[in-house]
């Protein structure tokens, strides 16, 4: 279901200085709490707040926006390597109602472990290795 776009949300009303591409169905957004240099987001134009409310040719589209973002910056930043996530629903850590994905450079030597990566949500089942 389309929410209505008119109310605050900050993703349907952004900042043009910090979207740095545009897809069909989405646009490449930097973070404005950028948890890492080059955190960016990947949204939908369409204020939508969960993956299930995507259209099928809109959920086809949107790896192929994840991986321009990487590719820009993979340019840009040149990290190590990357956490991609969406927090979906309050219990997910969703903050702003409309759906975004995150794609979070990450850089040798940026967390003494870095292994479990999104893992660490739940801080007591992150080292299962151990």
Same mark, same amino acid.
């Given at each position: 279901?389309? =929410?209505?776009?008119? #109310?605050?949300?900050?993703?349907?009303?952004?900042?043009? #200085?910090? $979207? %740095?591409? /545009?897809?069909?169905?989405?646009? +490449? &957004?930097?973070?404005?709490?950028?948890?890492?240099?080059?955190? !960016?987001? +990947? %949204?939908?134009? =369409?204020? $939508?707040? !969960?993956?299930?409310?995507?259209?099928?040719?809109? @959920? #086809?589209?949107?790896?192929?926006? $994840?991986?321009?973002? @990487?590719?820009?910056?993979?340019?840009?930043?040149?990290?190590?390597? &990357?956490?991609?996530? %969406?927090?979906?629903? #309050?219990?997910?850590?969703? !903050?702003?109602?409309?759906?975004?994905?995150?794609?979070?450079? /990450? *850089?040798?030597?940026? @967390?003494?472990?870095?292994?479990?990566?999104? /893992?660490? %949500?739940?801080?007591?089942?992150?080292? *299962?290795?151990?």
């Amino acid at each position: 279901m389309e =929410r209505d776009a008119s #109310t605050n949300c900050p993703f349907c009303h952004p900042e043009s #200085t910090r $979207v %740095i591409a /545009r897809h069909a169905h989405f646009f +490449v &957004y930097q973070d404005g709490f950028p948890v890492s240099p080059g955190h !960016t987001l +990947v %949204i939908p134009f =369409r204020h $939508v707040g !969960t993956l299930a409310e995507l259209t099928q040719e809109e @959920q #086809t589209t949107l790896f192929a926006a $994840v991986t321009e973002a @990487q590719k820009l910056l993979d340019e840009s930043h040149r990290p190590d390597g &990357y956490n991609i996530g %969406i927090n979906q629903g #309050t219990a997910g850590g969703q !903050t702003v109602p409309h759906l975004h994905v995150h794609v979070m450079p /990450r *850089y040798q030597g940026d @967390q003494p472990d870095p292994r479990g990566g999104v /893992r660490w %949500i739940f801080p007591d089942k992150a080292d *299962y290795w151990s």
